[in-house]
């Protein structure tokens, strides 16, 4: 296992097992850039209808990256510049202010997004905050070993979210069918980030 992966199961395991569903729901959302699924797990975290900005905040990508797909857009000069500031120091609003702020799409309407960030911080569930810090701890082991443009800890998060939504199918199976098409979808889960690994190898 990777030090990502590590770190990442390490978090998770402290994370009660209805907010790990939860999140690992929204996060799977946020690949598929389904707006609806991203709404209804946004809801479940304690979030309504923020959920753009906190998707936003999770992902540390621009609203404009989300929905294209933050698997196919390429960082744009904002989202690079996230991890450059040493922001596991600094406070959440701080944190998010310095992100917000390079983006075009917000710089005209900075003091309103201030206000909005604050709302998703006063109404997540409390262990938002420790995938936060996991988020910002990540980015910035990435950046220090020159690995960002790997997107290590984007496919872990990915493969961990994914491991959390099958071991809950798995649970609720009752008939030997759901247990092998829970398993398949585990296999072509694999495949998928492996393929995805091979991509951003070649490319």
């Known amino acids: ?3 990502f992966h590590n770190i990442i ?17 929204f996060w799977s959302s946020i690949l598929k850039a389904d707006l609806e699924g ?3 797990n946004a ?9 753009g900005l906190f998707a936003c905040m999770v992902t540390g990508r621009s609203w ?8 196919k857009s390429e960082k744009n000069a904002a989202e690079v510049f996230f991890p450059l500031c040493n922001l596991s120091y600094l406070h959440f609003l701080d944190y998010f202010f310095i992100f917000f702020l390079q983006s075009k799409e917000v710089k005209e309407n900075v003091a309103k ?16 905050i420790l995938i936060f810090k996991t988020n910002d701890l990540l980015r910035n082991i990435e950046f220090s070993l020159g690995t960002h ?16 939504i099958r071991a809950e199918e798995m649970r609720v199976c009752q008939t030997k069918w759901c247990y092998f098409k829970t398993s398949i979808k585990s296999l072509l889960d694999q495949l998928k980030i492996t393929f995805y690994q091979i991509h ?3 490319w």
Request: hydrophobic share 40%.
């Open 43 to 51: 809801d479940h975290l304690g979030v309504g209808q923020l959920y």
């Open 149 to 164: 443009n790997n997107k290590t800890s984007f496919v872990q998060m990915t493969k961990t979210c994914w491991q959390v």
């Open 9 to 25: 199961l390490c978090i998770f395991q402290q994370l009660t097992d209805e907010f790990r569903l939860h999140y690992s729901q």
């Open 1 to 3: 296992m990777s030090l």
């Open 200 to 202: 951003l190898w070649l």
């Open 38 to 40: 991203m709404k209804k």
């Open 113 to 128: 997004y201030i206000k909005y960030i604050a709302d998703v911080l006063a109404k997540i569930d409390r262990q938002m």
């Open 64 to 71: 404009n990256s989300i929905q294209k797909g933050i698997d």
